[in-house]
């Protein structure tokens, strides 16, 4: 099938295939974590990798389509549940069924070059729906894939890999061990370097589950959310001059606070003020942090690919929000993370099984912001060198993801996707730009010199 998305470019995909695993394996259920099937990760999140033709010499004149889906049928022996299907039990909860159906893939050749899509090589992608195709039938929860892959060879040699993942399965430190270990397939390796470990049962709630913290981002409150139509989607780009402006407008004691927790609170902020809440209406912000390592006492294994993260939030009136300086804003985010610990992650978990996953993030006045920078997408090298960029396809609705690319200067920094409604969004940068040139003295001149990108 010929699709055709502008005057000169067009993808010609083939009809989707299933890739099972390369040799039998072990025909069971297995249960999910009370983390993994909330109902705020029951939805499929789509990343996205461009490739150069930059091939090892091992694979020298190889066709990359076909050396990739071999490794992933390699790589599904371990990760087998991957090649299931989910299925829902007593109490909403969800298992796998893993009956090596396998996972979705796509073969696709394109009539265009990496250099022909030009600042499109970024999130929000352009032309997702054609990098990824939505194969009908197939973006349901229960009782389909749980992976779709696409694969579109590029004229000028390179390729873009883009995948959609069912969330309940993996977070992002997991999807990266599963692409590694398709990278250890592809380099001839007979098992992955980091074995993969399933053991849900260490997120599961307590017996009898008690609830012990505070968790603002799932607040039951009736509201109308954020309309879905007419919705922008831009990512904006924040180096180290833009980074230090807004440093620039912080107190001493918070002048070493990390970027994550500066870009939050200074896109948190201008989000408020662009969506015009009442003064007395609640904003909120989480931040989703890893639980992983010795850090937060977990004892969750290395290996272990489930969702091992939690989002908690913090609160404050919108009129405060918006009328104090940046940082007020950076000590909630500082706080927000200050919240996690083993008992907080057990406390999630025990709140899902009481209120039957059903309970959700609210969404009117919300920002959930997660930090992809270190995840290690942009290592993953699938036989033709490091990608040129490597992330999410974009936002999700409230949910927007730091990714680290370099912007059409090759300075290195941080892409940040943000989805708001037009209106909204127009707004937003406006005050997105006034906020910065009150701490770039030298910008106050020419508004223009403010290095704040967005691509639609």
């Not at 979705?104 to 250099?115: G, H, R």
């Not at 074995?195 to 505070?214: D, E, G, S």
């Not at 001493?252 to 009442?278: G, M, N, P, Q, V």
Request: glycine share 6%; charged share 20%; hydrophobic share 40%.
């Amino acid at each position: 099938m010929v699709f055709t998305f502008s005057k000169v470019l067009s993808v010609t995909r083939q009809a989707p295939v299933l890739i099972v695993p390369a040799r039998p394996t072990p025909r069971e259920v297995k249960q999910l974590s009370d983390i993994d099937d909330q109902e705020s990760l029951r939805f499929h999140i789509p990343v996205i990798f461009f490739y150069k033709n930059d091939p090892s010499p091992s694979m020298e004149g190889r066709d990359p389509v076909k050396v990739i889906r071999e490794a992933i049928s390699k790589a599904l022996v371990f990760y087998y549940p991957l090649a299931g299907r989910l299925k829902e039990g007593y109490n909403r909860k969800l298992m796998v069924e893993c009956n090596a159906e396998g996972v979705l893939f796509i073969e696709a050749d394109a009539n265009f070059t990496l250099e022909q899509l030009g600042d499109d090589i970024q999130q929000p992608c352009p032309y997702l729906n054609q990098l990824l195709y939505d194969v009908p039938g197939s973006e349901g929860i229960l009782g389909c894939p749980l992976f779709l892959i696409q694969m579109t060879r590029l004229t000028c040699g390179g390729f873009i890999f883009a995948l959609r993942m069912n969330h309940t399965m993996c977070d992002g430190s997991g999807l990266v061990q599963f692409l590694k270990a398709i990278q250890d397939m592809i380099r001839g390796k007979c098992s992955p370097t980091l074995f993969p470990i399933w053991q849900r049962h260490i997120l599961n709630a307590r017996n009898p589950p008690r609830v012990t913290c505070i968790h603002h981002e799932y607040d039951e409150i009736n509201n109308n959310g954020v309309p879905s139509d007419n919705m922008a989607h831009k990512s904006f780009y924040f180096g180290a001059k833009e980074t230090k402006a807004l440093r620039n407008q912080l107190p001493f004691h918070l002048k070493d606070c990390s970027t994550f927790e500066l870009l939050t609170a200074f896109i948190w902020k201008c989000r408020t003020i662009a969506l015009k809440l009442e003064p007395e209406e609640i904003a909120r912000v989480s931040c989703i942090i890893n639980v992983r390592g010795k850090r937060y006492k977990t004892d969750i294994p290395s290996g272990y690919y489930g969702n091992a993260f939690a989002f908690p939030a913090v609160c404050s009136k919108a009129e405060q929000l918006c009328k104090n300086p940046i940082g007020y804003a950076v000590e909630l985010v500082k706080k927000a993370k200050a919240q996690i610990n083993d008992e907080y992650i057990r406390s999630v978990a025990d709140l899902m099984v009481i209120k039957g996953r059903r309970i959700k993030f609210p969404t009117r006045g919300n920002f959930i912001v997660s930090d992809l920078s270190n995840l290690g997408f942009g290592e993953v090298d699938l036989g033709w060198g490091k990608p040129i960029y490597a992330g999410t396809a974009g936002a999700v609705e409230l949910i927007s993801f730091f990714v680290k690319h370099q912007n059409k200067n090759g300075e290195p920094g941080i892409f940040v996707p943000i989805c708001l409604p037009q209106s909204v969004m127009e707004r937003f940068q406006e005050e997105l730009r006034r906020k910065m040139i009150q701490g770039t003295m030298e910008d106050l001149c020419n508004i223009n010199q403010t290095q704040i990108s967005s691509k639609l």
